[in-house]
């Protein structure tokens, strides 16, 4: 075996830690060129644009209720869940999928009586004294089918629903519709860009930021606030249309 002399030992070491420092020397160049090739231009110009679209919506949401009052808590349970059953039922028959019924509230709750004991106008403090139980079971029910918003809603008062909170017309699928309102934003910043830059006498480069906002996709509302007593056969609605907003930023280079 080789005998290795002091010598040659400081020379082997020498040529490793050279080796070493050259790979650190090469990473740390290749990230200040990197950091520096990816900072932003000194002079960029930035500007919006804004599209819109209106489209019919294609599907109703409607928000229902049905709300029983008894004082034996297992027969309100048991009235309301015959009733919801029978709106359920109706809905199916009606030609709304199973997918498109949700549950959204199951709420029993008593009701006290707090001034059972007064006998004059002062106040007087009255233990809390059970009257009956309150129970409301709520529906979301999408109608896809909108000829047949009006005769579905004309017809739940007959079947057991009290309340309507509201209907929403929506669209179901918006991504074509937002494509085209992004497409015209998109044209009428680049036109606003050019205009610009014409204008002041300087010459853009790239694009290098583009950001994007989506408004207007609140579903449009039509809200009943009170509890149903009797309703038409065929309820007037009116379903008119939804405007999506697209709006986009441009930053451009400066060249």
């Known amino acids: 075996m080789a005998k290795i002399n002091p010598s040659s030992f400081w020379q082997y070491t020498l040529g490793i830690f050279l080796i070493i420092i050259s790979i650190v020397a ?10 520096i090739s990816n900072m932003p231009p000194e002079h960029t110009l930035t500007v919006s644009g804004e599209g819109k679209i209106f489209a019919k919506p294609d599907v109703a949401i409607v928000e229902m209720s049905v ?31 199973e997918k498109d019924i949700k549950t959204t509230q199951y709420n029993l709750q008593p009701e006290y009586d707090y001034s059972w004991c007064r006998t004059t106008e002062y106040p007087v403090y009255c233990p809390p004294k059970l009257v009956d139980y309150m129970l409301t079971q709520s529906l979301q029910v999408k109608i896809r089918d909108l000829s047949r918003v009006g005769k579905i809603i004309g ?19 918006d991504t074509e519709i937002k494509a085209a309102a992004r497409q015209k934003a998109i044209a ?28 207007g996709l609140t579903p449009q509302r039509i809200v009943y606030q009170k509890t149903i007593e009797s309703a038409d056969a065929t309820a007037p609605i009116e379903i008119g249309t939804n405007e999506i907003v697209v709006s986009v930023s441009l930053i451009y280079e400066i060249k």
């Open 188 to 215: 009428e910043a680049k036109q606003k860009a050019q205009e610009m830059a014409n204008a002041a006498n300087i010459e853009l480069g790239k694009i290098i930021e583009i950001n994007e906002s989506v408004s």
């Open 67 to 97: 709300i029983s009052q008894h004082k034996n808590v297992e027969l309100v349970q048991s009235e309301n869940d015959q009733k919801m059953q029978q709106v359920v039922n109706f809905l199916k028959e009606s030609g709304i999928d």
């Open 26 to 35: 090469l990473i740390a160049g290749w990230g200040v060129s990197h950091v």
């Open 155 to 173: 017809n739940l008062s007959e079947i057991g629903v009290n309340q309507i909170s509201d209907i929403s017309f929506v669209i179901d699928n």
